[in-house]
Each structure stands twice: as structure tokens, then as C-alpha cells.
């Protein structure tokens, strides 16, 4: 028996280039506010969708800029981080109601990322000091908002891979 082919799932759509996310961007924004988020999403977990979804909440569209595999190894978090290749990493992002969009950045920081989309929201994790950010700096100076969302406590994927090590 052969198998039937399917079409791709619809949400690999929401996969876009560097190149073409201001243009993917800009035609969310005429939909209402774009909600800019970031960060490496290695291993996705409880706190990651809350967190998502929380995100997704303060706007009509959420974006989400991973770190390429080569900036997440810069982070520090361990030789063998991240877990999932980068385009693994943004295809469950993209599968991800509350995710609009999906790009990705290679430098260290999102800040030219953000010059060039200019969110009208940007959001990050608790534990950043958003007034330190040169990012909120950025948004706030075309006008948009900067703010921090509490982590969902006992959640991390640093943790979850210590646990994992330690079986």
C-alpha cells in the first residue's frame, strides 16, 4: 500500500527570512499591534507556551526571533546547546497557536532585528531588567513599549536537561 501524499501543514507559512520579515512584519501591523519577542526556545516546555501565549495576548500578532544555533552557542549555556537544530527549533515555534511569525538572528542581540522591524511591543522574560536593554531603548524611541513577563516558576530548559542527564 502506498502512502497518500499530504501537503505541507499551513503554519511552515508562518517561517519567514530575514530578508523578508519587514515585509511580513509591516503587513501584520496594518492587521493591529505587533508583539516582538525572542530567545532560543531550545526545548519547548510549559513555560515556554504560557509564556508565548501571554506574549501573544498584548497584541494582535506575535513575533518570534530565534537565536541561529551559532548565536545560542555564544550564550554559554553548554558545548552541546543548543538541543535542536535552529530550523527544527522554528518549525514547533511556527506550530505554535500564539506564534504569528518566525525568523531568526545571528548576532548576539536582537537589536538590529528590532531596529529594522519595529515591534510595537516588546516583550522578554522576567528575569531581564528591561530598562538595562538596549532594546527597549530602541522601541521605546519610535514610540512602542517595552515590558517583562514573570517566568512561570519551575520551568527552564536548563533544568529540564539537568534532569534528563541526571536518569
Known amino acids: 500500500m502506498t502512502a497518500t501524499p499530504l501537503p505541507a501543514p499551513a503554519f511552515l507559512s508562518k517561517l519567514t527570512s530575514r530578508a523578508e520579515a519587514v515585509q511580513r512584519v509591516a503587513a501584520l501591523k496594518a492587521l493591529g499591534p505587533v508583539v516582538f519577542t525572542n530567545g532560543v526556545f531550545d526545548v519547548l516546555h510549559r513555560g515556554h507556551a504560557t509564556y508565548l501565549a501571554q506574549a501573544r495576548s498584548l497584541g494582535t500578532s506575535l513575533v518570534v526571533a530565534l537565536n541561529s544555533d551559532a548565536s545560542a552557542r555564544r550564550l554559554g549555556k553548554g558545548p552541546d546547546r543548543p538541543l535542536n537544530a535552529e530550523a527544527d527549533r522554528a518549525v514547533l515555534m511556527a506550530a505554535l497557536e500564539s506564534v504569528s511569525l518566525v525568523t531568526w538572528f545571528d548576532e548576539d542581540t536582537p537589536l538590529q532585528l528590532i531596529t529594522e522591524l519595529r515591534p510595537d511591543i516588546l516583550v522578554k522574560g522576567g528575569d531581564y531588567d528591561m530598562a538595562k536593554l538596549a532594546e527597549t531603548r530602541v522601541v521605546q524611541a519610535y514610540g ?24
Do not use: H, M
Open 144 to 167: 512602542g513599549r517595552a515590558l517583562a513577563i514573570p517566568f512561570v516558576d519551575g520551568y527552564s530548559t536548563t533544568a529540564l536537561v539537568n534532569k534528563i542527564r541526571a536518569q
